[in-house]
C-alpha cells in the first residue's frame, strides 16, 4: 500500500491500475469511480486506519477494453507496473508508474477511432491571440498557429480535440470538458529550446517562423507527452506552422448546423463525412475528414486536388489497380507510434511489411501519374530490403504481443537451436510419463507442470499410498481427488526445460528488438509513405464519388460568382436513396445583381436542406472534391457562416432566442463580401412584431452593409416587398400544391414569394387533434379576413432605416401620425400590436377624416 500510496501522490488526477500479478487492482476512491463506472464488483482488501479499503479489479489480459470505457467517461488512467519479476524473498516487488493514458494520448487500436484523428492541442492566450499547438502521438503529425482570441471557437470546431492544455482564465465553451489538469508554461526562450531540443536542432527557425506564443504552446504539448509517457517521446513529425490563412473559416456553430462530421445525436451516420467517404483504409479516411473540416481558400491547391482525381477518373484502369493496392494498405503511421514508444507488438511489424508491399503496388499502379499523384508515388517507392526483412522474420497469424512463436522458423539458427532443446525436452517428458507408468504400476500416472511445484507426477487418491512407499519420490500436495510427488529426474528436466524456454524466449525477445530498431531507423521515410497512401486513398475516394456522372468537378473562381444548377443535398440523397425515393435538384444564383436569395414557404417544404445544400457545396468544392451538382461555378468564399435550426444552451442560461441572436451578431459583424451567409427564420422565437423588425434589420444589413452572398429562409413574407428597396435581392419560395384539402410540397424553388404559410395543413401531417386543427382554420380564417398585405411598410418608423431627418415644415395634425404617437410598442402583447397594425391600415386608407378608437 505503501507503493500505491506513492503512485496515487505523483497522479493525484487519475484512477490508479495498480499491477498485482494477473490483475489491474484500484484502491479507495478509485475503486469506488471505477467500480461505478465500469460495473464491476467493489469488494475490500486490508485495512487502513482500522477502516477496510475498498478495492476492485480487471485482468491484465483484458485492460484495454476497460481502460476504452473508462477514457469515454472522462477518466485518466495512471498505469503501475510490476518493475521486476516476482522473487523468493519477503520484500514487494518493485512498482513504477509508467505509463498516463489520456483521451489526448492514445495508441492503442482499441482505444482510438480508426478514421479519426485523435488531437492533443495546447493553448497560451498571448494579448489578444493565442498560440495554438496540436499533435495526434498515434499518427505523428504535428502543427502549430497563432489565432485571434475571438476566432478561437472556430479552431476548436475545426480540429475537435480528444484533450486540451490550457489555462483555467482561458474559455473553452463547448469543450470544457476536454480540459486536462493545468500544465505548466514555459517562457518563451525555454520553450524554443526544447522544442529544437526534441528533435535535436540548434534552433526552432529550422523549422519554420513559429511565435513566442506558439512555441510556447509547442513545448507545453511535447512535455505533456513526455510527462504520460514517462519520459519518453513518440516518433512526431518536425511542427508545421500551419497559420489560419488559405482557409474556409468557419465557426463551431457553422460546423455543428452543417453537420459535416458529426450529426445533432452526435454521430457519424448521418453526416457530410459519411456521404461522401468512399476510402479504402484508415489513414485516408482521417484525411479526408481533415480536409472537410478545414477546407481551402486559395484556387492552387483546390485546383491541384482536382486535377488528381480528375486523372483517376480519366484512368479507370490505374483507379481500380489503385484501390486494390489501397484495400490491403494496413494503418503504417499508428503502428509506427506504438514502436516507437516501446509498445509495439509483432502485428505492428507485420503492418510496416504489410504497408510497404501495399505502397509498392499502389505506386506500381498509378505508374507516371502526374501532379499530387506523381508526387505521391514516388514518396510510396520505399526500398524493399526491410520488406523481405521482415516477411523472413515473422510468424503468420503474428500474435497481438510478444509471444513464443512470434519470429518464424528457420529465421535465426540460436533461436531454432534453443527450440529443439525445448521441444525435445517436452517429448522426454512424454516418454517419462510411460516409464513412470510402468515402473510404479499406476496406468493413470500422469505428468504435468504446475505454475509454482514445476513438473510433478499426478496419481489418484486411490494410488496415494502406493507411491508413498518409493523413496526416490517426494509427497509435494495432497488433493481430495489424488495426490502429487516429485523425483531428482523430474525436477532436472524441469531445469533443463525451464533453461531452454528462458533462452528461446530471451532470444525471441532481442531479435524483436532487433527488428523493431531496424523499422524505426527508416520511420521518416515509413511516415512519408503512409502520408502518401492516405492521399492517394482521399483523392480516389473522390474520384470514386465523381464516377456516377452527377456529381460535378465545380469551376472555381477570383470573383464573387454563386452559380449552382441542379445542384442536391448529398446527406438527405443518401436518406432518401435508401428508400428508393429521388432527391429533387434546385438551381441556386447568387451572382453579383442577385446575390441575396430571400427565400419563402412553408415548413416541411425544404427551405433548410436548400439552405444546407448549398452550403455544403460550398465545403466540398474548396475542400477540392466534386459537389452533388450538374455544374457549378464558385467564387472563392473566405468565411461560411450557417444559422440552421434553433438550440436553446440551457447549461449557460441561454434561451434558443438568445443562442439565435448571439450567432447572428457573429455573422454581422463578421461576414464581407467574400463571404457566403445562410440563415434560417431569424426573429421567429420572439413576438411577431418584433421578429419581423429583427429579420428585416438584419436582411438589410446582410444587404447593405457586409455585401455577402446570402440565402435567406423566412416566414415573414412580407420581407418580399422590399424587393424594390434591395436592388440585389432575389425573392424565390418553395413549391407548394394543395390536392383535395391535402398539402403537396413540391420540394421545388422557384422566383416569387409565398402566399401564405400552410401552417395548418403542416399541423395535420403532424397528427395534430382534428377539433384542434378545425379550430385552428377558423381563426385563421378570421384573422386573414381583417388583414391586408403591409404596405408602405417601409415608411414606417418601426422599419425606416435610422436617418436624420429636415425639420417638417409647418402644417396641420396627421391623423396617422396622432395615431402612432398614441402607441407604446414596448407595452404591447403580440394581440394588441396586431390590433394596432389594422388599426393604422385602416386610418391610412381613410384620409383625414379617419377616426381611431383608443379603447
Known amino acids: 500500500m505503501a507503493q500505491w500510496f506513492a503512485a496515487k501522490a505523483a497522479q493525484p488526477d487519475a484512477l490508479v491500475f495498480f499491477r498485482m500479478g494477473d490483475f489491474y487492482e484500484l484502491f479507495f476512491a478509485d475503486a469506488e469511480a471505477a467500480s461505478a463506472a465500469l460495473d464491476i464488483a467493489l469488494t475490500h482488501r486490508g485495512t487502513h486506519a482500522d477502516k477496510p479499503i475498498p478495492?476492485?479489479?480487471?485482468?491484465?489480459?483484458?485492460?484495454?477494453?476497460?481502460?476504452?470505457?473508462?477514457?469515454?467517461?472522462?477518466?485518466?488512467?495512471?498505469?503501475?507496473?510490476?518493475?521486476?519479476?516476482?522473487?523468493?524473498?519477503r520484500a514487494p516487488i518493485r512498482r513504477e508508474v509508467v505509463r498516463l493514458v489520456t483521451p489526448g494520448t492514445l495508441t492503442e487500436e482499441t482505444l482510438l477511432e480508426a478514421a479519426r484523428p485523435n488531437w492533443l492541442l495546447a493553448l497560451v492566450p498571448h494579448r489578444d491571440t493565442i498560440g495554438a499547438a496540436w499533435l495526434d502521438i498515434s499518427t505523428g503529425q504535428f502543427e502549430t498557429t497563432t489565432t485571434p482570441a475571438d476566432r478561437l471557437a472556430e479552431l476548436l470546431a475545426r480540429l475537435d480535440p480528444a484533450e486540451i492544455l490550457a489555462p483555467e482564465v482561458l474559455p473553452l465553451d463547448a469543450f470544457a470538458a476536454r480540459r486536462a489538469p493545468a500544465a505548466p508554461i514555459p517562457d518563451a526562450a525555454t520553450a524554443r529550446r526544447r522544442v529544437a531540443?526534441?528533435?535535436?536542432?540548434?534552433?526552432?527557425?529550422?523549422?519554420?517562423?513559429?511565435?513566442?506564443?506558439?512555441?510556447?504552446?509547442?513545448?507545453?504539448?511535447?512535455?505533456?507527452?513526455?510527462?504520460?509517457?514517462?519520459?519518453?517521446?513518440?516518433?512526431?513529425s518536425r511542427p508545421?506552422?500551419?497559420?489560419?490563412?488559405?482557409?474556409?473559416?468557419?465557426?463551431a456553430a457553422t460546423a455543428a448546423s452543417l453537420e459535416?462530421?458529426?450529426?445533432r445525436d452526435g454521430g457519424t451516420a448521418h453526416t457530410l463525412l459519411a456521404a461522401v467517404r468512399r476510402t479504402r483504409t484508415a489513414a485516408g479516411a482521417r484525411l479526408l475528414e481533415s480536409w472537410l473540416a478545414a477546407p481551402l481558400a486559395e484556387a492552387a491547391p483546390i485546383e491541384a486536388r482536382q486535377r488528381a482525381w480528375g486523372w483517376l477518373l480519366a484512368e479507370p484502369e490505374a483507379a481500380r489497380s489503385l484501390r486494390e493496392a489501397l484495400r490491403a494498405a494496413p494503418d503504417i503511421a499508428r503502428a509506427l507510434s506504438r514502436l516507437s514508444l516501446g509498445r509495439g507488438s509483432p502485428r505492428d511489424l507485420l503492418s510496416i511489411r504489410d504497408g510497404i508491399r501495399a505502397a509498392h503496388n499502389a505506386a506500381g499502379a498509378l505508374g507516371e501519374a502526374p501532379g499530387l499523384l506523381g508526387e505521391a508515388a514516388a514518396a510510396m517507392r520505399v526500398g524493399m530490403a526491410l520488406h523481405d526483412r521482415l516477411a523472413a522474420a515473422l510468424a503468420e497469424p503474428a500474435p497481438p504481443r510478444l509471444e513464443p512463436g512470434a519470429i518464424a522458423q528457420g529465421f535465426d539458427g540460436e533461436l531454432d537451436a534453443e527450440r529443439r532443446l525445448r521441444d525435445d525436452s517436452r517429448r522426454v517428458i512424454a516418454g517419462m510419463q510411460t516409464e513412470f507408468a510402468q515402473r510404479y504400476g499406476v496406468a493413470a500416472l500422469k505428468i504435468r507442470h504446475h505454475a509454482q511445484l514445476g513438473y510433478v507426477i499426478e496419481v489418484p487418491a486411490a494410488a496415494t499410498e502406493k507411491l508413498r512407499g518409493f523413496p526416490e519420490l517426494a509427497l509435494r500436495q495432497g488433493m481430495a481427488n489424488g495426490a502429487r510427488f516429485t523425483s531428482p529426474e523430474l525436477s532436472e528436466l524441469d531445469r533443463r526445460i525451464a533453461e531452454a524456454e528462458a533462452r528461446a524466449t530471451a532470444r525471441e525477445a532481442a531479435i524483436f528488438r532487433a527488428l523493431v530498431d531496424e523499422t524505426l531507423a527508416e520511420q521518416d521515410r515509413l511516415a512519408a509513405c503512409a502520408a502518401a497512401l492516405a492521399e492517394a486513398d482521399a483523392l480516389q475516394s473522390a474520384a470514386s464519388l465523381a464516377q456516377s456522372g452527377t456529381w460535378c468537378r465545380p469551376e472555381i473562381a477570383a470573383d464573387t460568382s454563386f452559380r449552382i444548377e441542379a445542384g442536391r443535398h448529398p446527406v438527405v440523397e443518401a436518406a432518401l436513396a435508401e428508400n428508393r425515393s429521388a432527391f429533387v435538384p434546385n438551381d441556386c444564383d447568387l451572382s453579383p445583381g442577385r446575390r441575396v436569395l430571400l427565400l419563402t414557404g412553408p415548413?416541411?417544404?425544404?427551405?433548410?436542406?436548400?439552405?444546407?445544400?448549398?452550403?455544403?457545396?460550398?465545403?466540398?468544392?474548396?475542400?477540392?472534391?466534386?459537389?452533388?451538382?450538374?455544374?457549378?461555378?464558385?467564387?472563392?468564399?473566405?468565411?461560411?457562416?450557417?444559422?440552421?435550426?434553433?438550440?436553446?444552451?440551457?447549461?449557460?442560461g441561454r434561451s434558443t432566442f438568445m443562442v439565435e441572436m448571439t450567432e447572428t451578431a457573429a455573422f454581422l459583424h463578421q461576414a464581407g463580401p467574400k463571404s457566403l451567409v445562410i440563415v434560417d427564420e431569424?426573429?421567429?422565437?420572439?413576438?411577431t412584431l418584433d421578429g419581423l423588425a429583427i429579420a428585416w434589420a438584419v436582411l438589410e444589413a446582410l444587404h447593405h452593409r457586409a455585401r455577402c452572398r446570402t440565402v435567406f429562409a423566412t416566414h415573414f413574407h412580407e420581407l418580399a416587398e422590399l424587393g424594390a428597396e434591395l436592388a440585389e435581392l432575389?425573392?424565390?419560395?418553395?413549391?407548394?400544391?394543395?390536392?383535395?384539402?391535402?398539402?403537396?410540397?413540391?420540394?421545388?424553388?422557384?422566383?416569387?414569394?409565398?402566399?401564405?404559410?400552410?401552417?395548418?395543413?403542416?399541423?395535420?401531417?403532424?397528427?395534430?387533434?382534428?377539433?384542434?386543427?378545425?379550430?385552428?382554420?377558423?381563426?385563421?380564417?378570421?384573422?386573414?379576413?381583417?388583414?391586408?398585405?403591409?404596405?408602405?411598410?417601409?415608411?414606417?418608423?418601426?422599419?425606416?432605416?435610422?436617418?436624420?431627418?429636415?425639420?417638417?415644415?409647418?402644417?396641420?395634425?396627421?391623423?396617422?401620425?396622432?395615431?402612432?404617437?398614441?402607441?407604446?410598442?414596448?407595452?404591447?402583447?403580440?394581440?394588441?400590436?396586431?390590433?394596432?397594425?389594422?388599426?393604422?391600415?385602416?386610418?391610412?386608407?381613410?384620409?383625414?377624416?379617419a377616426t381611431l378608437d383608443k379603447g
Open 55 to 89: 478495492m476492485c479489479g480487471v485482468p491484465v489480459h483484458a485492460a484495454e477494453a476497460y481502460l476504452q470505457r473508462l477514457i469515454r467517461r472522462g477518466f485518466r488512467v495512471a498505469i503501475a507496473e510490476q518493475m521486476e519479476p516476482p522473487g523468493k524473498g
Open 197 to 236: 531540443a526534441a528533435y535535436g536542432a540548434a534552433s526552432l527557425d529550422a523549422f519554420g517562423h513559429f511565435t513566442d506564443a506558439e512555441a510556447q504552446a509547442a513545448s507545453t504539448a511535447l512535455d505533456y507527452v513526455r510527462a504520460t509517457q514517462s519520459g519518453r517521446l513518440p516518433r512526431l
Open 240 to 251: 508545421v506552422p500551419a497559420g489560419d490563412t488559405g482557409r474556409l473559416a468557419m465557426d
Open 260 to 263: 459535416i462530421l458529426r450529426a
Open 603 to 652: 415548413n416541411m417544404a425544404g427551405k433548410s436542406t436548400f439552405l444546407r445544400q448549398n452550403a455544403l457545396a460550398v465545403v466540398l468544392a474548396q475542400a477540392g472534391l466534386p459537389v452533388p451538382a450538374k455544374s457549378a461555378r464558385l467564387g472563392l468564399v473566405d468565411r461560411l457562416f450557417s444559422r440552421v435550426g434553433g438550440a436553446d444552451d440551457l447549461a449557460r
Open 682 to 687: 431569424i426573429g421567429r422565437g420572439t413576438a
Open 730 to 849: 432575389s425573392p424565390h419560395a418553395m413549391r407548394v400544391r394543395e390536392w383535395k384539402g391535402e398539402v403537396v410540397f413540391l420540394h421545388e424553388v422557384a422566383p416569387g414569394a409565398a402566399g401564405r404559410s400552410w401552417g395548418v395543413q403542416v399541423a395535420r401531417l403532424a397528427g395534430v387533434p382534428e377539433p384542434v386543427l378545425r379550430r385552428a382554420a377558423e381563426i385563421l380564417a378570421a384573422l386573414e379576413a381583417r388583414a391586408g398585405r403591409l404596405t408602405e411598410a417601409a415608411a414606417l418608423p418601426l422599419f425606416a432605416t435610422a436617418a436624420p431627418a429636415a425639420p417638417p415644415a409647418p402644417r396641420r395634425a396627421d391623423p396617422l401620425v396622432e395615431a402612432l404617437a398614441a402607441i407604446d410598442p414596448d407595452r404591447l402583447t403580440p394581440r394588441e400590436a396586431l390590433d394596432a397594425l389594422y388599426r393604422l391600415k385602416s386610418v391610412a386608407g381613410a384620409g383625414d377624416n
